[in-house]
């Protein structure tokens, strides 16, 4: 009796790819594999373009055939359909829909997408309902934030929506519930940041302006509790744990941070009901590009997060000062 082995599969690179790097390409046709091992796979010339070596960030051409090296199931994931609970919430989580984009109030909790240990997330999920041909994540949003995530229905909406991502066109806005009083009005962070590793492959982000890349943020006061205060706060970059590590290099660190804020606050605010980092994003707009009109989504603050504010007591309004 003999076994089915993986073989060797050729794609012919169609319109919904043309332009896409090769390396997201082969992430999604080997769903499951370990970004690792796909990199190797490239590195290692197991990868063919119309029969040549292929860096990560080639770009594919409508036409071109792409060989896939055998993978064993030792190497796949096991790939996991998500729960129908998960889908019906994700479904009910919809906050916009049109002929190029999904946008959805992602749950905190859940991840964007699978690796690492998360069997799916968001755009598994999304993918599992079956309704769309082509469905990308636009951007990401870390697994304990809560708020809008954007997907794309096309590649060319896709490529509309990173090209504003990357050039700073975007508009990302978030609620964070910060630490302690805050002093004054808005407070711009310029500060820059690189990912390091620690023991047990923990990711964590740290302020170096030497090695680190541009990340600027912009912190405004909302509400001013007695012991904490909520910002809105819009970021322009984009960078791993951007807004936690800024507001930490500020002494106020987001509310329920278990990364970068402090032991002692989260357990008292934990008391008043906080059960995961209070940070939303609720609001992203993208301008209007050549066929694509302006996006402007919201997701209003969760149910979950309102109550610790209103635990917090009466706000202190904002403008108002002490007299000395």
């Known amino acids: 009796m003999t076994q089915n082995r993986p073989q060797v599969r050729k794609i012919v690179v169609g319109a919904r790819e043309d332009g896409q790097r090769i390396d997201n390409f082969l992430i999604r046709q080997l769903a499951g594999v370990p970004k690792s091992h796909v990199y190797r796979l490239l590195r290692s010339g197991q990868v063919r373009v119309d029969g040549g070596r292929a860096k990560p960030e080639r770009k594919l051409v409508k036409g071109e055939e792409v060989r896939i090296p055998p993978v064993r199931a030792a190497e796949r994931g096991e ?80 490529l509309r ?32 940041l690189v990912r390091n590793a620690i023991a047990g492959g923990e990711r964590r982000v740290r302020v170096d302006e030497d090695d680190g890349k541009p990340s600027r943020s912009r912190f405004s006061p909302r509400a001013r509790y007695a012991t904490a205060t909520l910002c809105e706060v819009q970021i322009y970059s984009g960078r791993t744990h951007q807004i936690r590590v800024h507001a930490a290099a500020l002494g106020h660190p987001v509310a329920g941070d278990d990364k970068y804020g402090e032991r002692e606050h989260n357990r008292a605010l934990r008391e008043m009901g906080l059960r995961r980092m209070f940070l939303h994003a609720h609001l992203l707009s993208l301008p209007a590009a050549g066929e694509f009109p302006k996006l402007l989504l919201s997701a209003p603050l969760p149910d979950e997060l309102r109550e610790v504010l209103d635990q917090l007591g009466a706000p202190q309004a904002i403008g108002t000062r002490r007299r000395r």
């Open 161 to 192: 929506a990173q090209r504003a991502f990357k050039h700073g066109e975007a508009d990302k806005r978030y609620f964070a519930l910060l630490v302690g009083r805050w002093k004054g009005e808005d407070r711009d962070v310029d500060a820059a």
């Open 79 to 158: 790939a996991v359909r998500p729960p129908d609970a998960v889908l019906d919430k994700l479904r009910a989580a919809i906050v916009h829909e049109d002929e190029h984009y999904l946008a959805i109030s992602k749950p905190a909790g859940l991840a964007a997408h699978a690796g690492s240990g998360v069997r799916f997330g968001v755009i598994e999920a999304a993918r599992a309902w079956g309704q769309h041909a082509f469905l990308e994540l636009c951007h990401r949003l870390d697994r304990d934030t809560s708020g809008v995530l954007l997907l794309a229905k096309s590649r060319a909406a896709l």
